[in-house]
T-cell receptor, first 113, second 113 residues
């Protein structure tokens, strides 16, 4: 069964700290992996998309890495700010699926001032 | 570009009643998805359309849920009759092609009492 897991479920850090969110998946045969941010009561905002041929993607203070062989991805947030507080979701497109994204359960991040 | 539009934003109904949600994807996006997100969980795909054809509806409870995408643009998702466990946020997303990044609407929060 193709599954995506995110640990921890919740994380609280002081402002300014660098942090890493983890995502693991059960099958290395993937098209791509996408990281999303979800604010309370809102939809999902795409942060980064990594194709299966890529090792990492960067956008501002965010850096996402992909290691297909070990079934892992990490989202690195540098110099965290209170505005980064949200739920972060990892989603994977496996090659055996018809383009559907399978989501992890998310990591809820709180950055304290 | 305009984002994915969904309506209504909130809906409260009693169990056994029916409800319908509407989605208008980003112009030109061929692929449309409906996801169900129960509180504290990641989104789960209910149905995926490619233009006006169904690509994946393996997790759609077909005895009570139905969806259509007439003319390959707007889509509606219907629940009849609703159960308490259908309380969730229903998210619509679209992508240019099957393996392109997904763009989500703000969702419809359904409460079944």
């Amino acid at each position: 069964k193709q599954e995506v897991t995110q640990i921890p479920a919740a994380l609280s850090v002081p402002e300014g700290e660098n942090l890493v969110l983890n995502c693991s998946f059960t099958d290395s045969a993937i098209y791509n992996l996408q990281w999303f941010r979800q604010d309370p009561g809102k939809g999902l905002t795409s942060l980064l998309l990594i194709q299966s041929s890529q090792r990492e993607q960067t956008s501002g203070r965010l850096n996402a890495s992909l290691d297909k062989s070990s079934g892992r991805s990490t989202l690195y947030i540098a110099a965290s700010q209170p505005g980064d507080s949200a739920t972060y979701l990892c989603a994977v497109r496996f090659t055996s699926n018809t383009g559907k994204l399978i989501f992890g359960q998310g990591t809820t991040l709180q950055v304290k001032p | 570009e305009a984002g994915v539009a969904q309506s209504p934003r909130y809906k409260i109904i009693e169990k056994r009643q029916s409800v319908a949600f509407w989605c208008n994807p980003i112009s030109g996006h061929a692929t449309l998805y409906w996801y169900q997100q129960i509180l504290g969980q990641g989104p789960k795909l209910l149905i995926q359309f490619q233009n006006n054809g169904v690509v994946d509806d393996s997790q759609l409870p077909k005895d009570r849920f139905s969806a259509e995408r007439l003319k390959g643009v707007d889509s509606t998702l219907k629940i009849q009759p609703a159960k308490l466990e259908d309380s969730a946020v229903y998210l619509c997303a679209s992508s240019l092609q099957v393996n392109s990044p997904l763009h989500f609407g703000n969702g419809t929060r359904l409460t079944v009492t």
